[in-house]
């Protein structure tokens, strides 16, 4: 019902050349134990392939270890996506869903068979003086978040969230690390296929945009000058790229790369129309939240490997008029290992996608509607858990009650024995007789509250027994004969006569251990219980259980003592 452990995060960026990742530990604000590690995917890989979702599941047990449950996010790379915050009258939190689904589908067209959406609400704002609800939203495409689910399935681990790289970098911000700013802050994360350019208000996102334009756009306008001064040599693109950040982040490039001996001069301005494209559509953008929000932006934060140069940073600063400073999600304090060649600008969406958490990230995958019913379902456990522990209270109660009742009438027979000692004449037979039936009749009564309360005391042993990983969907109680034969438990004697049995209906939650092993363990613990005495499995299988996904389904016969 309560929950101390602390959570291992993985943000996993799967790019069409490489696949970063990041683990951290979510009480490690500052990153000190923080993996870091960028594993390349070979030439003619293809994402989805069999090969590649081998490579993605060794990836993730090389940094996570074997048997390792981390949280997992990613990101969704498509430039369709849609993340930004809309304004609703203020109503019930039961009915924030649907107000801000029609508010959306009113402004943009969509079918909801094709896009999957979620929602965050942020809290009241004044909008031309009425008190509205501000509420973040985000939409992408349901195909695509579903084959990202499938990829990490595949590679042997569960998905906990897929979020946009804007949300992602909404962490950063709300965990107070980015630059103090006065005013609004632009941020322009730049990754090798796409571009999202981002408006924060604090730790607010307020605007966000996806472009197509990234630095494979300034590869393949150095690849298009190579080839064409190289007499027809055909370059790959990749290692144009490498050419390119090379030169930028100031690692040793290799000497017999085409190209590597372009001075810097000369590459920089191979690409210059590139980065001013880059430029404009960032402008433009800013342009349009200040046309229909009246703000500007004070400052622009640069992220991702490109802006390791000053040069690409000051060409951009120059381009739109701001002052620019590039954005390190990794902070000093995380340690990058020795065969890490990249700066920390190259794993900032990597490292914001580990800052993420359900119900504060913007998660496509299980959104605002599953999160929902997540909740409900605790609740209920929470309830049937707190019930458990009143009953076992109450029959532990009972029973000390009976004990106290059973004391007082053994004082009253041993006075009663004195009485009859100092009796003379002695009591007849009759006497005895008419004692002994009255002795029988509260006896009789103390055997009916036994049987009264055995429901109770089934209950308490069953919640005293039961593990976390394990839930009963049903338990009662029935009469039938159940022969040594049967049992697979403890066997103590054999009788033909009817005894109590209690029938488990239940599931065993997927956890660290096998569900077999879960299992096993539970029926140990039943056999030292007082009142159970042997057992009888029924059935047992591997199944589906909305909303836990995978369970183990079992029912089991407990016979009573």
Request: charged share 25%.
């Given at each position: 019902?309560f929950s101390?452990?602390k959570?291992?995060v993985?943000?996993?960026?799967?790019?069409n050349e490489?696949?970063?990742?990041?683990?951290?530990?979510?009480?490690?604000t500052r990153?000190?134990?923080a993996?870091v590690?960028r594993?390349?995917i070979?030439t003619?890989i293809r994402?989805?392939s069999?090969?590649?979702?081998?490579l993605?599941g060794?990836?993730i047990t090389s940094?996570c270890?074997r048997g390792?449950?981390?949280e997992?996010?990613?990101?969704i790379r498509?430039p369709d996506v849609?993340?930004?915050?809309?304004?609703?009258?203020?109503?019930?939190?039961s009915?924030?869903s649907?107000?801000v689904?029609?508010?959306i589908?009113?402004?943009?067209?969509?079918d909801?068979k094709n896009y999957?959406?979620?929602?965050?609400p942020?809290?009241?704002?004044?909008?031309e003086?009425v008190n509205?609800?501000?509420v973040?939203t985000?939409?992408?495409?349901?195909?695509?978040?579903?084959?990202?689910?499938?990829w990490?399935r595949?590679?042997?681990?569960?998905?906990?969230?897929?979020t946009?790289i804007s949300?992602?970098?909404?962490?950063?911000y709300a965990?107070?690390l980015a630059?103090?700013?006065?005013?609004l802050?632009?941020?322009?994360h730049?990754?090798?296929e796409?571009?999202?350019?981002a408006i924060?208000?604090?730790?607010?996102?307020?605007?966000?945009r996806?472009?197509?334009?990234?630095?494979?756009s300034?590869?393949e306008?150095?690849?298009?000058?190579?080839?064409?001064?190289?007499?027809?040599?055909?370059?790959?693109l990749?290692e144009?790229r490498t050419?390119l950040?090379?030169?930028f982040?100031?690692r040793p490039?290799?000497e017999?790369?085409?190209?590597?001996?372009?001075?810097d001069?000369e590459?920089?301005d191979?690409?210059?129309p590139?980065?001013l494209?880059?430029?404009r559509?960032a402008d433009?953008t800013l342009e349009?939240y200040?046309n229909n929000?009246?703000q500007?932006?004070?400052v622009?934060?640069?992220?991702g490997?490109?802006?390791?140069?000053d040069?690409?940073c000051e060409?951009?600063?120059?381009?739109?008029g701001?002052p620019?400073?590039?954005?390190r999600?990794?902070p000093e304090?995380?340690r990058?290992?020795e065969?890490?060649?990249e700066?920390r600008?190259a794993?900032?969406?990597?490292?914001?996608?580990?800052?993420?958490?359900?119900?504060?990230?913007?998660n496509l995958?299980?959104?605002h509607?599953q999160?929902?019913?997540i909740?409900?379902?605790q609740r209920?456990?929470?309830a049937?858990s707190?019930?458990?522990l009143?009953?076992?209270?109450i029959?532990g109660?009972l029973f000390g009650?009976q004990k106290i009742?059973e004391?007082?009438?053994k004082a009253e027979?041993?006075?009663?024995?004195v009485?009859y000692a100092?009796?003379?004449?002695?009591?007849?037979?009759?006497d005895?007789s008419?004692?002994a039936?009255?002795?029988?009749?509260?006896h009789?009564r103390?055997?009916?509250l036994?049987?009264?309360?055995?429901?109770?005391?089934?209950l308490?042993e069953l919640?005293r027994?039961?593990?976390?990983g394990i839930r009963?969907?049903n338990?009662?109680i029935?009469?039938?004969?159940?022969?040594?034969a049967?049992?697979e438990g403890?066997?103590?004697?054999?009788?033909a006569?009817p005894v109590?049995?209690?029938?488990?209906?239940?599931?065993?939650?997927?956890s660290?251990?096998?569900?077999?092993?879960?299992?096993?363990?539970?029926l140990?613990?039943?056999e030292s219980s007082?009142?159970?005495?042997?057992?009888?499995i029924?059935?047992?299988?591997v199944?589906?259980?909305s909303?836990?996904?995978?369970v183990?389904?079992f029912i089991?016969?407990?016979?009573l003592?």
């Amino acid at each position: 019902m309560f929950s101390f452990n602390k959570r291992v995060v993985l943000g996993v960026e799967v790019g069409n050349e490489a696949i970063d990742l990041v683990r951290v530990s979510s009480t490690d604000t500052r990153f000190r134990g923080a993996g870091v590690r960028r594993i390349p995917i070979p030439t003619g890989i293809r994402p989805g392939s069999d090969e590649f979702v081998a490579l993605l599941g060794d990836s993730i047990t090389s940094i996570c270890g074997r048997g390792a449950l981390p949280e997992i996010w990613t990101t969704i790379r498509t430039p369709d996506v849609d993340v930004g915050p809309v304004l609703i009258p203020r109503v019930s939190s039961s009915k924030v869903s649907d107000t801000v689904y029609w508010t959306i589908k009113k402004e943009k067209k969509f079918d909801e068979k094709n896009y999957v959406f979620d929602i965050r609400p942020w809290g009241v704002v004044k909008d031309e003086g009425v008190n509205k609800l501000e509420v973040l939203t985000a939409m992408g495409r349901r195909d695509r978040v579903a084959e990202l689910d499938d990829w990490f399935r595949r590679a042997g681990f569960r998905l906990a969230g897929v979020t946009t790289i804007s949300a992602a970098m909404q962490n950063f911000y709300a965990r107070g690390l980015a630059p103090e700013t006065d005013g609004l802050a632009g941020l322009i994360h730049v990754s090798n296929e796409f571009s999202a350019i981002a408006i924060f208000e604090g730790s607010r996102l307020m605007f966000s945009r996806t472009i197509k334009s990234g630095v494979d756009s300034m590869a393949e306008t150095l690849q298009q000058r190579l080839t064409s001064n190289g007499g027809g040599l055909t370059t790959n693109l990749d290692e144009v790229r490498t050419v390119l950040l090379d030169r930028f982040e100031g690692r040793p490039a290799n000497e017999e790369a085409f190209g590597a001996g372009l001075p810097d001069e000369e590459l920089f301005d191979i690409i210059t129309p590139a980065l001013l494209r880059l430029a404009r559509q960032a402008d433009r953008t800013l342009e349009y939240y200040f046309n229909n929000f009246k703000q500007r932006c004070s400052v622009l934060h640069l992220s991702g490997e490109l802006f390791s140069s000053d040069r690409v940073c000051e060409y951009m600063a120059a381009q739109l008029g701001l002052p620019a400073v590039p954005v390190r999600v990794l902070p000093e304090s995380a340690r990058l290992g020795e065969d890490v060649r990249e700066g920390r600008l190259a794993f900032n969406a990597a490292a914001a996608l580990a800052m993420s958490e359900s119900g504060q990230t913007i998660n496509l995958l299980v959104n605002h509607e599953q999160r929902a019913k997540i909740r409900f379902w605790q609740r209920i456990n929470d309830a049937v858990s707190v019930a458990g522990l009143v009953l076992a209270l109450i029959v532990g109660g009972l029973f000390g009650w009976q004990k106290i009742d059973e004391n007082a009438k053994k004082a009253e027979l041993d006075k009663l024995n004195v009485r009859y000692a100092q009796i003379d004449p002695k009591v007849t037979r009759k006497d005895l007789s008419t004692i002994a039936a009255s002795i029988v009749k509260d006896h009789g009564r103390l055997r009916q509250l036994s049987e009264q309360y055995e429901a109770l005391a089934v209950l308490a042993e069953l919640a005293r027994y039961t593990p976390p990983g394990i839930r009963f969907l049903n338990i009662s109680i029935d009469q039938q004969v159940m022969s040594e034969a049967q049992a697979e438990g403890v066997v103590t004697k054999s009788s033909a006569a009817p005894v109590g049995v209690v029938v488990l209906d239940g599931v065993v939650l997927l956890s660290g251990e096998d569900y077999n092993t879960t299992l096993s363990r539970f029926l140990i613990k039943l056999e030292s219980s007082p009142i159970f005495e042997k057992y009888q499995i029924l059935s047992s299988e591997v199944t589906e259980l909305s909303p836990e996904g995978e369970v183990l389904h079992f029912i089991l016969h407990v016979s009573l003592v």
